[in-house]
């Protein structure tokens, strides 16, 4: 069995194009009755921190992934990210195990992934400019795809923690951008061609941007359940997809009315729910977790690893 950390899986240097592929490839299987996943499990104790969990499976590759992470917000104060987990993946055949990989690299690839593969589809292709909404791990996960998806020349950060927005100015300098740190969110998003919405999930996040700053033509990603929205103002945009509308359903507590949901990544793969149709058109892609996509990852990850010889081999 292949043991992958976080280091290891950094550096298999996967492209942004094989983790749209993989992503879209699973998505795909999942229509066509060869792949399946569960809606997540979540368990919230009331004391800050979110647990969850998530099961998927394919029939070829013949593999099943089941990741369970942990949120708590007092990790920092003893030196740990606020996000931990683990995958654990097995032969979907025999449930034979063949791989642990680490979970915050598969959860923050896979999910800036499934925004890509939206904001392809949903996003203006001219797009130049980006604003982030919090600027931890999935701001910096985002930029690094959507990079190399759009002409992007500048971007615009509100976030509260320093160290992340410094972290986040960082990785877009190096990357050749402008960057633009605002202590107020409604003038980091007016000029935005695409919108990154990552705050941390919990339940002491009220409402503070009002849809009617979003200039037309915009594309907003809330990984984040469009917490930092009031849900009735979403009406503002053309059309909203989620990640999965049968899994919505089943939640306790739904990001968005049914009414102002227009697709899932189901319906936009095969055509049901169609792509961006004008300039002006404001859409959005709001989700709370992709478990198809940490079967996508994790599959990409391990057979990448086992081709280059890398990771550690446990008995």
Request: aromatic letters at 8%; a negative charge.
């Amino acid at each position: 069995m292949l043991y992958l950390d976080e280091s290891t899986l950094q550096s298999l240097d996967i492209t942004t194009q094989s983790v749209i592929e993989y992503m879209e490839l699973m998505i795909i299987g999942q229509t066509e009755g060869v792949v399946w996943s569960n809606p997540k499990s979540l368990i919230q104790p009331g004391d800050g921190r979110y647990m969850m969990s998530t099961l998927s499976a394919a029939a070829d590759p013949p593999y099943l992934v089941a990741k369970s992470i942990v949120l708590n917000p007092e990790n920092p104060r003893y030196g740990f990210p606020q996000i931990n987990g683990l995958i654990v993946l097995l032969d979907s055949r025999t449930g034979v195990p063949v791989a642990i990989l680490n979970g915050n690299w598969i959860t923050a690839v896979r999910t800036a992934g499934a925004s890509a593969l939206v904001a392809r589809r949903l996003a203006r292709p001219e797009s130049r400019t980006m604003a982030f909404i919090g600027a931890g791990v999935q701001a910096r996960s985002h930029l690094s795809l959507f990079v190399d998806l759009f002409p992007l020349e500048q971007i615009f950060i509100y976030g509260r923690g320093k160290p992340n927005r410094l972290a986040l100015s960082k990785a877009a300098e190096i990357l050749g951008l402008g960057v633009k740190d605002f202590r107020q969110p409604q003038p980091a998003i007016l000029d935005a061609d695409i919108i990154i919405s990552s705050l941390t999930l919990n339940d002491t996040i009220d409402p503070f941007i009002d849809p009617d700053w979003l200039k037309p033509g915009v594309f907003l990603s809330s990984t984040d359940c469009a917490k930092p929205f009031k849900a009735s103002d979403l009406a503002i945009f053309d059309r909203i997809i989620i990640d999965d509308v049968q899994q919505e359903v089943v939640m306790a507590n739904p990001m968005l009315p049914k009414n102002l949901i227009s697709g899932d990544l189901f319906s936009l793969l095969s055509g049901k729910t169609p792509v961006r149709k004008h300039q002006q058109e404001r859409c959005a892609f709001v989700f709370r977790s992709v478990a198809i996509g940490d079967l996508a990852l994790s599959v990409l990850a391990y057979e990448t690893a086992s081709r280059l010889g890398v990771g550690l081999q446990l008995d």
